[in-house]
């Protein structure tokens, strides 16, 4: 999962709240610039099992802004990257 903040300090506070309470367990990854030179937080995220990847992204939507959450699945290394 990709967030893209104005305000670093306050977007991860929020995000924090939100995975705490609808993950199974979360990872911060990184903080860096994006190719656009932005800041993007990086979390690698594992979902509990009756939580859909839409319903988290749709929460943290709600608490970050709809232009800020991104959901990507973790590509495996076993199955070649798909």
Same mark, same amino acid.
């Given at each position: 999962?990709? $967030?893209?903040?104005?305000d670093?300090?306050?977007?991860s506070?929020?995000c =924090?709240s939100?995975?705490e309470?609808?993950?199974?367990?979360?990872?911060?990854?990184?903080?860096?610039?994006?190719?656009?030179g932005?800041?993007?937080?990086t979390?690698?995220v594992r979902l509990?099992k009756?939580?859909p990847?839409e319903?988290? $992204? *749709?929460?943290?939507?709600e =608490? $970050?802004?709809?232009?800020?959450a991104?959901?990507a699945?973790?590509?495996? *290394?076993?199955?070649g990257g798909?």
């Amino acid at each position: 999962m990709e $967030l893209w903040p104005v305000d670093a300090p306050e977007v991860s506070d929020n995000c =924090h709240s939100v995975l705490e309470s609808r993950t199974k367990r979360w990872t911060f990854e990184n903080d860096d610039r994006g190719a656009d030179g932005l800041p993007m937080l990086t979390y690698c995220v594992r979902l509990k099992k009756r939580t859909p990847s839409e319903s988290l $992204l *749709e929460a943290l939507q709600e =608490h $970050l802004g709809r232009a800020l959450a991104e959901y990507a699945p973790k590509r495996s *290394e076993n199955n070649g990257g798909q």
